[in-house]
């Protein structure tokens, strides 16, 4: 085994297994560690896979996805709604400025609009609204609703379950020019915002400001505040912060009457009554529009370390979390895994411009990030954690980045694993939470599954590449993806109801993190009792009587 560790101040080289002593000096650490080597962990991280504005997409082709209506033609559109018209163009002319209606009969002016980011959905609009006003955004829901115009609310379109773009002719109602920071408390950590505010923009503002936002995703360069509070996104620091269910303070919704509903003054501790800004976490925008968040951020952290390390089975995976959870305690803020396949598909796409880390593949791979405020205790705590691991052989490699570079590049290994899955023609995403010790075994069956139906291979002609897995061993929430050449309803039948099924059976949840959508609305009893179904009908049945929010999805 060996374990390469860098440190800011100098690297030095081991060629023998036996126990070294490392020391360094400016830092004051001790070190006592069985390696082979010690060398940088990597090198500059190129551009993230989303930007500022729009989600990148990897085409499968140079065609669009099919419509969702053609792939799914079981699902029709509903006669209760109505059929956009010259009136109702009118009426929108007359609250809206020229920018912020896009009207259009040809389908790729509104591509963007209609496509989901893994090409797999796709809808009919003709029309996209970009109010830059709660106010106006108000009169729109209340149009709608009494003309009964189904409305789809967008924010950026990162969703992966469907939720985000329509499935037929659906209003477009994008939040992406509600864009302001509204306002700051430093000694409370307290942010208010508009809902279309970028992920990334709000966090870096927070940052010129000592403080980071409690959540982190791959995406945050293009999803908004709003929409990860209307998905309760996880992120890959939930383990950390917990989730948003707990730092939203408070939220400004617009009802589908166009009434506007506001808990943004309410305190960290406010047990007046239901807590209702509650009902529209997670909702997917089918009880209201989320327009405004106010959310407890937290304090920057001081230092901060990343590790990759390789293990030889997910048994070590879940002996290595038990490991950091006990020995790294406070500072630990992020311990995801990775499984080979994950890894190789993702070095076809990046290896290029990112070198892999290690020199050699392994069964597994975990990250293992350390956020605190006193560096020369953080490092000690890690180094110490690091060389038991490698004694006990949990860990048979690794590295340690050496700088804020080489972090963020050790991070893209985890990061890219989601678009290099799509790259080479589609994936089929499921995102499950399960027991520790259960959460690889979906995987491994899905596997077996599509290797016994004759799907999955090297050779052209099979339609699937592999099913791999990787996610967030911290809150049990493992991601499958099955990497295709193309979509498909024989790999679509294959997977479903069976996966469902196999996490069902484990007392598992379909859906931990990415939401129903369009995808899993038909699938939510393997999670859920009928009472609490019949719950959520009618409480969509009390405050959208006319089913106008986001239709077709989730209940």
């Excluded at 101040?9 to 400016?26: E, I």
């Excluded at 505040?225 to 707990?246: E, I, K």
């Excluded at 892999?356 to 705590?381: C, M, Q, R, W």
């Excluded at 259960?438 to 290797?451: F, G, I, R």
């Amino acid at each position: 085994m060996r374990l390469f560790i860098t440190t800011s101040w100098h690297t030095t080289k081991y060629c023998n297994m036996l126990r070294q002593t490392v020391r360094v000096a400016a830092a004051g650490i001790v070190r006592q560690t069985a390696m082979a080597g010690i060398r940088p962990a990597s090198r500059a991280l190129t551009a993230r896979f989303m930007h500022a504005g729009r989600p990148l997409r990897m085409a499968a082709s140079t065609n669009g996805p099919k419509l969702t209506a053609e792939t799914y033609p079981d699902v029709q559109r509903s006669s209760q709604y109505k059929t956009l018209n010259s009136d109702d163009l009118e009426y929108f002319q007359s609250i809206l400025a020229k920018n912020e209606i896009i009207h259009s009969r040809d389908p790729s002016d509104l591509e963007s609009y209609n496509e989901d980011w893994m090409r797999k959905y796709r809808g009919q609009s003709q029309l996209v609204l970009r109010p830059k006003s709660v106010e106006h955004l108000s009169l729109i829901l209340n149009y709608c609703n009494s003309q009964k115009l189904a409305i789809v609310p967008q924010g950026g379109n990162t969703d992966l379950v469907g939720a985000s773009v329509p499935v037929f002719d659906e209003i477009v109602l994008s939040l992406a020019n509600l864009n302001q920071i509204r306002s700051f408390d430093p000694v409370s950590g307290i942010l208010k915002c508009d809902a279309g505010v970028i992920l990334e923009t709000a966090d870096n503002y927070l940052r010129d400001n000592n403080h980071i936002f409690p959540l982190d995703l791959g995406a945050k360069g293009s999803c908004h505040v709003g929409g990860v509070c209307a998905t309760n996104a996880g992120g890959l620091r939930l383990l950390r912060y917990g989730s948003l269910h707990g730092s939203v303070l408070g939220l400004e919704v617009v009802l589908p009457n166009g009434e506007i509903v506001s808990s943004m003054d309410a305190l960290r501790k406010d047990n007046t009554g239901y807590d209702l800004k509650q009902l529209f976490i997670g909702a997917e925008g089918t009880l209201g529009v989320i327009t405004g968040v106010s959310i407890l951020t937290q304090p920057l952290p001081k230092a901060q370390n990343v590790s990759f390390l390789a293990v030889k089975d997910y048994q070590a995976v879940q002996d290595v979390f038990v490991k950091a959870k006990g020995e790294l305690a406070e500072i630990l803020s992020a311990f995801e895994f990775m499984d080979s396949r994950s890894i190789q598909l993702t070095k076809r796409h990046i290896e290029k411009d990112t070198p892999f880390p290690l020199e050699e593949e392994y069964p597994f791979y975990v990250l293992i990030e350390t956020s605190g405020s006193n560096k020369a205790h953080d490092d000690e705590k890690l180094e110490t954690f690091l060389e038991s691991a490698m004694e006990s052989e949990l860990v048979i490699d690794g590295t340690i980045a050496q700088d804020k570079t080489e972090l963020q590049n050790l991070w893209k290994w985890r990061e890219m694993i989601p678009e290099s899955s799509q790259c080479q023609g589609g994936v089929y995403k499921y995102d499950v939470s399960l027991p520790l010790k259960d959460l690889y075994s979906l995987v491994t069956a899905v596997n077996e599954k599509l290797e016994a139906k004759g799907l999955v291979g090297p050779e052209a002609d099979k339609p699937v590449i592999a099913a791999v897995g990787y996610g967030h061993v911290g809150d049990g929430n493992l991601h499958l993806n099955v990497a295709t050449r193309k979509y498909s309803k024989e790999i679509e039948e294959a997977l479903e109801p069976f996966v469902y099924e196999f996490v069902s059976e484990k007392k598992g949840s379909i859906s931990a993190e990415h939401g129903l959508g369009f995808q899993k609305k038909k699938y939510i009893g393997y999670t859920r009792s009928d009472a609490e179904i019949n719950m959520m009908k009618d409480l969509k049945k009390h405050y959208d009587p006319n089913g106008i929010m986001n239709p077709y999805k989730f209940i």
